[in-house]
């Protein structure tokens, strides 16, 4: 069993920026490709972005230039920096780890943007 710790959702204006924080524990294999997915009301869950363990990334053309994902093997974390935010980044954020056929969610974090 892998669990995931979000942190870091909240209210931001539009144009502002937040940092999401994921921390992974339990039985944690070393290759893995942890990411964040959202899901606004009424649609369906999406990839906002993910990384590998060797680093390479991956984003929705949505967040492009946007959004930075990083992370630490170390302590087995996944960030994910969020800029110039805008009304359709309000969803609920998830934390995925994923390896080999085993795929683990966190809980979600809420991030609303607004004026």
């Known amino acids: 069993q892998v669990q995931l710790a979000e942190s870091g959702g909240g209210l931001v204006q539009p144009g502002g920026s937040l940092r999401l924080s994921c921390a992974a524990s339990g039985r944690i294999f070393s290759r893995n490709t942890m990411g964040w997915y959202r899901q606004a009301p009424g649609k369906l869950r999406e990839l906002v972005a993910d990384?590998?363990?060797?680093?390479?990334?991956n984003y929705a053309d949505s967040v492009k230039g946007r959004f930075t994902i990083s992370r630490d093997n170390a302590k087995n974390t996944v960030d994910l920096q969020m800029n110039s935010l805008n009304l359709e980044d309000t969803a609920v954020y998830y934390c995925?780890?994923?390896?080999?056929?085993?795929?683990?969610w966190g809980q979600g974090t809420q991030v609303t943007v607004s004026s």
């Open positions: 990384i590998t363990w060797s680093g390479n990334t």
């Open positions: 995925n780890y994923r390896s080999f056929s085993l795929v683990y």
